[in-house]
């Protein structure tokens, strides 16, 4: 008789006796038990930095999970709404205006900013400076003779320089038209196809001039500088009359800026103590370079390098909470 | 008799008229390409007659998210609660509790898993399958990519089904009702098979949230389209003596639906199934970048850090995952249900208890041994240091090379090619496709054409259509003139075939992203790579219709050839080629609409089309323009689609095989 008990009911009668496990233990120390979502993008120190602060917070008694996510669009999207709870790295040179439309929704907080200056600017590898002995000054990059050292067949007598992926925030064709450069700019798809390219190039001595940011891996293993255009100013963006070039704007180098933590709005109510956290978390530059370095560089784990931050820098996060 | 002499008439004097209009649509394109400055409006469609499609799009989008969000939402957390369990049971492990006083119950052991899978071999393929079962996911255990691995799994074993259940009722559906089918599903599968995922990506993570379940919808979108065709195909084809005995025997409607016409349906339906696994495979990168993660995300994260071997291991990953999973559910299809012998539970369910205690013992054994939970570093091993290292070798070695053959197809061919492209007029490419419609499939033909054509000018982009077109049309032209004669050269020689289907394998399952950046090395950003990467993938129908359409050829027409004294020369040409014409015209088909697809992943190595306009807009989140560019991608694909298949029909037609 008792065999006639298909499995299905087996699985039923499983499932009764797991409930009172699976039903939620009672509230601890934490204001609530709902997953804190940190985002994590394809690059390293954007997960490094998710799985630091996660960890800190796991470590507090918060459950976090991690979805994947896409960089620009998810300030719009899931940090609108409390799909994502932070997100770690939105930089000023590449997010400026997204951070802005985020902002405007009134559904996102800025969480001030991670600690690293983002740089980003024209770079080129050491050996260049050979064939162009006035760089790193940008008005060298005008003698055609220069220009021509970084040329490629189907540019030539143009320069060519790599620009990122166009939905970046670059205005390099404006930068280039507006300081008169006598090169060419080509977009690669992504940062991926980008140093792709360096790489091939660096491998064979061969001219290359991309647009290269930090803190990332790429300055670190390559060895080379950037150009040094006339300084930022945001007027230079917008009023044509700034700089050297007094009828178009975009006369003068990329911004640098600060890297920024955003968070649903809702957090702050929600996971108050966590809040703090996110909100107190730092990293010094030369730290994340050297975890970077750890991961990219030494094939280790980011779990690893994460947990070893955590646990060297226990004094500095628990003063975080409090 | 009359009536076909009639009819044939009729196609020959409309063949004439036809060919009449054609030419004057073309002579009316060369006259508005020759003075473009007083047609300028017929060349470049005016910006002020633009219109607004993606700010409707964009506003209906947001009333959907401000009315219905509790719905999507509701839906998706629904949907959360599977896939959530098969994360924990596969991947994660089952957590409970919070903070330091959490416990996991593990997850199930590698070795539990393996040996199922090994079993399963067993049971429907016999040793080889099981071997190759075996070997595959030990594989993934050995290089390291298990945790990654079982969350792909997880989210196909939870999107899989699912799939084919919506697919299976849909086109059962489609089955009842042919009007259905005509006006709904059929023009909706279309679109959903030939929009970009990422075209839809923003409306998906407004309305379900950055979560695994809308990589599971899109997942979904994108993968149950074949089930649902493949349904309607097996059920239309269930032969009519099969429906009368049916009725014969006094079935009811719905005892006739499942106890006989689904049954008898059941190899076209485990052909979609198939192709299901399949598509939902090739979606992982795309799910990894909305919340995913899995072997999507490994590729993606190693790419950014130029880890080329690491990319390759996780892309290879799937593509084993692929074989697998292929080959077993082939062999479940092929298997004929035994008859139930032995009585009994132990009878009935002896291969599921004995999985289930593998299951089970293998995972309370990782209790005490964690090795066999999750495999110690020290065991595992990777290749990625020799890609890398041959990758290099090649780059150092053979750049020069590589790169005068680069500059000069780019200078010489591809750049004028890509300008002309540019230049075309829209209201002479209108009416040329317009009348070439009319010509091979009459006036409705011609009204889909001119509509879905009138469409791509009115957005307003019509010269990344163009652009798009370009690049499209230069891929297929490649990959048709390098895959035909492979397929050819396949169906002659079983030994050829043997070694060509792997590699096509391959190239069809591997994410194009693993590729594409070992390829950017070479050949630099730009066309030159994006017509590689794309050739590459879209190389495989023309391969594998053009093989199979060939072998096909009746074995009585070949000998009446042969006994009619053609040589093998002019057996090939006089017979063979022309009866398989129509199966490589698919095969041609195929490789456009896959050609087609690539348009998004070649916008990743710095291609300016409709692809770009797709990112721009995901990155500004701009739900209205994406959909828009993707459109218009999808009805670039259906205008190709329709017009090959109308002259496939033709060419049946005429020569009475239809």
Partial sequence: ?322 | MSDIALSTGRVHGANRTGQLVVAGMIAITAVILLFPDALSALAKYPDGLVVPFKDWVGAFMAWLKANFTWLTRSLAAAIDVPLRFAFSLLAKGFKFGNGETAWTLPRLSWLGVTAVMVWLGFNFGGLRLAVLCGLGFLALVFFNVWDNSMLTLALIAICVPFCIVTGLFLGIWGHLSPRANRWFIAPSLDLMQTMPTFAYLIPMLLLFGASPVSALLATGLFATPPMVRATILGLNKVPQEIKDFADMAGCTKSQKLWRVLVPSAKPSLMIGVNQVIMLALNMVIISSMIGAGGLGYDVLLALRALKIGQAMEAGLAIVIMAVVLDRLSQAMAHKRPEAVIAAGFWGRHSNTVLAIGMLLGSTVLSIAFPAMNKLPDSLTFTTAPYWKAGVDWITINFFDTIETMRVFVLLNFLNPLRASFEALPWFGILLVLTAVGWRLGGWGLALVIAVLTGFCATTGLWVPAMQTLYLCGVSALVASALGIPIGLWCSRSDRVSAIVTPIIDTLQTIPSFCFIIPVVMLFRVGDVTAMIATVAFSIVPAVRYTNHGIRQVPHQLIEAGIVSGCTKWQLFRRVQLPVAMPEIMLGINQTILLSLSMIIICAMVGTRDLGQEVFKALSKADAGRGIVAGLVIAFIGIIADRLITAWVNRMRERRGTA
């Fill in chain 1, 1 to 322: 008789m008792s065999f006639t008990l298909t499995w299905k009911s087996a699985v039923l009668a499983a499932m009764a006796v797991a409930a009172p496990i699976l039903a939620p233990s009672s509230a601890g120390a934490v204001e609530s038990n709902d997953p804190i979502k940190i985002v994590l993008f394809d690059w390293t120190s954007a997960v490094l930095n998710a799985k630091i602060l996660g960890g800190v917070l796991e470590k507090l008694g918060y459950t976090v999970e991690y979805p994947t996510g896409d960089y620009l669009s998810s300030l719009t999207t899931s940090l609108t709404n409390g799909d994502a709870t932070i997100g770690i790295e939105y930089w000023d040179t590449t997010a400026g205006e997204a951070m802005k439309a985020s902002e405007a929704t009134g559904q996102t907080e800025r969480l001030g900013t991670l600690g690293p200056k983002a740089k980003e600017e024209w770079w080129y590898p050491l050996y260049m400076k050979e064939k162009c002995p006035g760089l790193p000054n940008w008005e060298a990059l005008k003698d055609p003779k220069c220009a021509e050292a970084f040329s490629t067949a189907e540019t030539a007598p143009k320069g060519r320089y790599l620009g990122g992926p166009v939905t970046w925030e670059g205005f390099d064709d404006e930068r280039v038209e507006a300081l008169g450069l006598p090169f060419t700019v080509i977009h690669a798809g992504t940062d991926a196809a980008m140093f792709a390219e360096l790489d091939s190039a660096y491998q064979r001595k061969a001219p290359v001039m991309l647009w290269i940011y930090s803190p990332h891996w790429a300055p670190a293993k390559y060895e080379g500088e950037w150009v040094q255009f006339p300084e930022y100013t945001a007027e230079c963006y917008t009023d044509p009359k700034w700089g050297i070039n007094p009828d178009k704007a975009h006369d003068c180098g990329k911004p640098h800026g600060e890297i920024w933590k955003f968070s649903w709005a809702g957090m702050k109510d929600k996971w108050p103590v966590a809040y703090k956290v996110a909100k107190a978390y730092q990293i010094d530059v030369a730290d994340l370079n050297e975890l970077s370095g750890e991961v990219d560089l030494k094939g280790k784990t980011i779990e690893e390098v994460a947990a070893t931050w955590i646990t060297a820098n226990e004094a500095k996060w628990k003063a975080w909470a409090q």
